[in-house]
């Protein structure tokens, strides 16, 4: 029996899957001219926009919010050979003349301007980074749920308490808020910790306009009454608002903390000159470290995934380490999460040399450490997007390390979720058609499934003027019906193929005479995505190919996120 129809049916359940839907309404061309503000195109939200720069041109669009939101305006390259096309993007009110945020490069070459905004009427600018820069280019609105805001900052003077300043209190978890009216301002926020923790914090796009464009982010522990000591040293961004890589250097006890935010100053080259000043909001995120209960290592050996023992996160585990030996814990994930691990020294005999890993149930790690914690113990931070099981490894940091061990592990719900495209090589995963080429699926240059756009998709070197589909699933191991995967086409007429995804969802294309098709998948704006991992491969149909009369694309994995950098 020839199991391609079954293969090829369409089978869209209720499901997230039902939720990302081809539009080709989402993915509109470019209306020249709109080159003023004046000549502005309309966008919505959840276009993208097919666009072209020429050397010293300027490309202005217009849209309404109807209430406010989290905006983000992304731009992307082409599939081009040059498909890294510099941009900027600058949002300004309805008229064009007052600039309320912009952004140089969050993605490489590429933009992401985002902000929070009220409801109203805004108009947007796309230049190149040059005035020679040219080429096409994609540009996404995308409208998310505004932040909820939980602090605002008190009254001024709000810096340091050692010049006279009162810091906002605020509850680490939450969102705070504010505005450096001068590069010489200070905001302080404190904080207070039960437990031995980790804490993140990270300046992304809940702040208001005009936004701060260039920020410094520092840590600092009230060491003793009245003394504040910073904890490592200030993270400043350098073409952005955004402060995405802030970490202390260790990890911190009970006890009394504040973040300063501070201006990044002013720099730049026209038209990309960073003022320093502006409003911010912070996100912030503990990583409780209680160890409310202990757990043993499990039975020597217990060196794999098959013999590791038990860890959730919020307890702490504890154990021996004999030279080269191994300890594994398994623990799940639900949702996207960011987890902290921490080793420390044991009873009766401390080791003092230790390494920890997050690895993944293939094996691959995640994150490791090797310092941070007390003597040289292991710290390793890592966010998990995709629900599973995973594992803890902890193992002596030098060949001859042993001793007994404390494991600390906590986890919370993480502050953002890189939207992410991965695709697997055609050269490997592939099957040729009878044109000679592999089929193979690509996104434009920077283009990500980020929650709230249009993400697109091309399918290339695909026969001429023929018949294709797309797979969607949530595998790329085992299909639904429980079939592992890669799925070996041959003994069904087509030597060399593979069904690499579970096709839970299967989308019909139409191939153009150049061996093309495009697809504009619609990524809701629901929170609740966040982390969705999505596999797709695709299948043209080409008769004279095989007997069973198809070619098979490489597959690709999705990570829908809310940041798209």
Same mark, same amino acid.
Do not use: C
């Given at each position: 029996m020839n199991p391609m129809p079954r293969l090829l049916r369409p089978?869209?359940?209720?499901?997230?899957?039902?939720?990302c839907l081809p539009a080709t309404a989402q993915r509109i061309p470019e209306i020249e001219p709109?080159?003023?503000?004046?000549? @502005?195109?309309?966008?919505?939200?959840?276009?993208? *926009? @097919?666009?072209? #720069?020429?050397?010293?041109e300027q490309d202005w669009f217009q849209f309404t919010l109807a209430a406010p939101a989290e905006l983000h305006l992304q731009t992307s390259g082409n599939f081009a050979v040059n498909p890294s096309v510099d941009t900027g993007v600058f949002l300004f009110d309805a008229s064009g003349t007052t600039l309320l945020a912009f952004n140089d490069q969050a993605r490489g070459n590429h933009s992401d301007c985002g902000v929070n905004l009220p409801a109203g009427s805004y108009t947007v600018k796309?230049?190149?980074?040059?005035?020679?820069?040219?080429?096409?280019?994609?540009?996404? #609105? /995308?409208? #998310?749920?505004?932040? &909820?805001?939980? &602090?605002?900052? +008190?009254?001024?003077?709000?810096?340091?308490?050692?010049?006279?300043?009162?810091?906002?209190?605020?509850?680490?978890? +939450?969102?705070?808020?504010?505005?450096?009216?001068?590069?010489?301002?200070?905001?302080?926020?404190?904080? !207070?910790?039960?437990?031995?923790?980790? *804490?993140?914090?990270? /300046?992304?796009?809940?702040?208001?306009?005009?936004?701060?464009?260039?920020?410094? #982010?520092?840590?600092?522990?009230?060491?003793?009454?009245?003394? %504040?000591?910073?904890?490592? !040293?200030?993270?400043?961004?350098?073409?952005?608002?955004? *402060?995405?890589?802030?970490?202390?250097? $260790?990890?911190?006890?009970?006890? !009394?903390?504040?973040? $300063?935010?501070?201006s990044g100053g002013a720099t730049g080259t026209a038209p990309f000159i960073y003022t320093g000043v502006g409003r911010y909001a912070l996100r912030t995120l503990l990583l409780d470290l209680p160890g409310a209960n202990t757990w043993p290592e499990a039975a020597e050996p217990n060196d794999s995934a098959a013999t590791a023992g038990t860890l959730p996160p919020g307890d702490h585990a504890i154990?021996?380490?004999?030279?080269? =030996?191994? =300890?594994?814990?398994?623990?799940f994930v639900t949702q996207p999460t960011t987890f902290a691990l921490l080793s420390d020294g044991g009873t009766p005999n401390p080791i003092t040399d230790t390494t920890v890993r997050i690895v993944d149930a293939a094996g691959t790690i995640l994150g490791s450490g090797t310092s941070g914690g007390a003597a040289s113990h292991g710290r390793a931070i890592v966010t998990i997007a995709v629900p599973g099981t995973y594992y803890v490894e902890v193992r002596g940091g030098t060949i001859s390390a042993q001793?007994?061990?404390?494991? %600390?592990?906590?986890?919370?719900?993480?502050?953002?979720?890189p939207s992410t495209f991965s695709q697997q090589p055609p050269s490997t995963n592939a099957c040729p058609g009878s044109n000679g080429l592999r089929p193979a699926l690509q996104n434009p240059s920077g283009e990500v499934p980020m929650l709230g756009s249009t993400f697109v998709l091309r399918l290339q070197n695909a026969l001429p003027n023929s018949l294709? @589909?797309?797979?969607?699933g949530y595998s790329n191991t085992l299909t639904s019906a429980g079939a592992a995967l890669p799925f070996d086409l041959g003994a069904a007429g087509a030597p060399g193929c593979f069904l690499r995804v579970d096709p839970l969802a299967t989308l019909g294309l139409a191939i153009d005479a150049g061996g093309l098709a495009h697809m504009a998948l619609v990524l809701p704006a629901a929170p609740a995505l966040r982390g969705l991992t999505l596999y797709l491969q695709g299948v043209v149909v080409d008769p004279a190919n095989n007997a069973l009369g198809i070619a098979m694309t490489n597959d690709v994995r999705l990570v829908l996120g =809310?940041?798209?950098?």
């Open positions: 089978v869209l359940a209720l499901s997230p899957l039902a939720l709109n080159d003023s503000a004046a000549q @502005a195109q309309a966008i919505a939200a959840g276009h993208h *926009v @097919a666009a072209n #720069l020429l050397a010293g796309v230049i190149g980074k040059l005035a020679t820069t040219a080429g096409d280019y994609g540009l996404d #609105l /995308i409208v #998310l749920p505004p932040a &909820t805001i939980a &602090t605002n900052e +008190g009254a001024e003077p709000n810096h340091s308490p050692m010049s006279g300043g009162i810091p906002t209190p605020m509850t680490i978890g +939450g969102i705070a808020a504010g505005d450096l009216a001068t590069t010489g301002d200070v905001d302080w926020f404190t904080f !207070t910790l039960a437990h031995r923790a980790v *804490v993140q914090a990270q /300046i992304l796009d809940d702040g208001g306009t005009p936004q701060l464009d260039r920020s410094q #982010l520092a840590l600092f522990h009230e060491s003793s009454p009245g003394v %504040w000591t910073m904890l490592g !040293t200030a993270t400043t961004s350098n073409t952005t608002h955004r *402060v995405t890589t802030f970490q202390h250097a $260790q990890t911190i006890g009970p006890g !009394t903390y504040a973040f $300063q935010v501070a154990g021996n380490l004999t030279p080269q =030996d191994v =300890d594994w814990y398994q623990f001793g007994d061990y404390v494991l %600390w592990f906590g986890g919370g719900t993480a502050l953002s979720i294709a @589909a797309t797979f969607f =809310d940041r798209g950098f």
